[in-house]
């Protein structure tokens, strides 16, 4: 399973959608606005990122 998560900024809303089907499958509320709208952060088994201390 592939999730894409993304933000707008400015709401305090991450929105996790399923990468295949485009579906909304979940949206995490955060207690003030989120800065610097449009970052996005693909997520899957295995695939490492734990380890970019980066954020790419």
Not at 3 to 10: L, S
Not at 34 to 48: K, N, R, S, T, V
């Amino acid at each position: 399973m592939v999730r894409v998560g993304g933000h707008r900024g400015g709401r305090g809303e991450i929105h996790m959608v399923d990468a295949p089907t485009g579906a909304l499958r979940h949206t995490i509320r955060t207690p003030t606005t989120l800065d610097e709208g449009g970052h996005l952060a693909l997520i899957g088994p295995d695939d490492g990122a734990e380890a970019d201390t980066v954020g790419r």
